[in-house]
């Protein structure tokens, strides 16, 4: 059994130490949180979902030169990423009116928006993740002008992409949300998309019958959240043979 260090758990991922310098292990677990980890359930072959979705993704976004953190799949629960820094903001992009932006202003959920409006958050679970503006980002050096005209370009060509992808397969994507990192190349840096896509991340709606496709379906109990994950996965063509458990690695202190 691998031995490893563990250098970070969340609410939906583990990360190790990886096998070379400037590289980290991401173990994908079957916990599913929602209202910042107040309802909190294990779906058992979430994780195994969610690796091959995310894998499925940054793997597409890479071949049309969307730089991100990926390197490849280790197993079905791990995938081998580059370490980078985070910036400290969750990103979101938004096509359709849903969720909290529906209740701050009062706008139907599913109505389409003029254009894709791109959203900022702190991220700090103890806070609730805010909502915050390019101002607050530049007043508390999160990151600079430069790098938030690089996050904007990233957001919008990772939102052309997806939105193409799920199209094909009969599906709307509403909104999502990314995570990006500098990495360093001596005095160099460069902004990727990080951490994970997947239904975590995304609002998934089937086109035809508005069937939600997403965490929706355990935030608001409307059935059983693998089965949506599951028919995401198969019409991308990205079903695993098996959802069965892995076994995690043991650590050392």
Not at 138 to 151: E, K, L, P, R, T
Not at 155 to 171: E, K, P, Q, T, Y
């Amino acid at each position: 059994m691998a031995r490893r260090k563990k250098i970070y758990e969340g609410k939906a991922k583990i990360l190790y130490e990886g096998p070379e310098p400037g590289t980290i292990v991401q173990y994908f677990k079957d916990d599913a949180t929602a209202f910042n980890a107040e309802k909190k359930a294990v779906i058992e072959g979430k994780g195994v979902l969610n690796n091959r979705l995310s894998e499925f993704f940054m793997t597409g976004l890479g071949q049309i030169g969307v730089p991100n953190h990926f390197i490849k799949r280790l197993n079905m629960r791990e995938q081998l990423v580059r370490s980078v820094e985070i910036i400290p903001l969750e990103i979101i992009v938004r096509n359709y009116a849903a969720g909290t932006m529906s209740k701050r202003l009062g706008i139907e959920e599913g109505t389409q928006l003029p254009r894709p409006i791109v959203e900022y958050c702190y991220k700090d679970d103890s806070l609730g993740d805010p909502l915050v503006t390019e101002e607050h980002i530049a007043a508390f050096g999160w990151a600079s002008q430069q790098d938030m005209d690089d996050i904007l370009s990233l957001a919008l060509r990772v939102n052309d992409f997806l939105s193409g992808v799920m199209l094909a397969v009969g599906i709307r994507l509403v909104d999502f949300k990314i995570e990006v990192g500098r990495i360093f190349d001596g005095d160099f840096q460069r902004l990727i998309v990080a951490d994970e896509i997947s239904p975590d991340s995304c609002r998934l709606w089937d086109i035809e019958t508005g069937q939600k496709l997403d965490k929706d379906v355990f935030r608001r109990d409307l059935g059983d959240l693998k089965d949506a994950y599951t028919e995401v996965a198969r019409r991308l063509g990205v079903m695993p043979k098996t959802t069965a458990p892995i076994t995690k690695p043991t650590l050392i202190n």
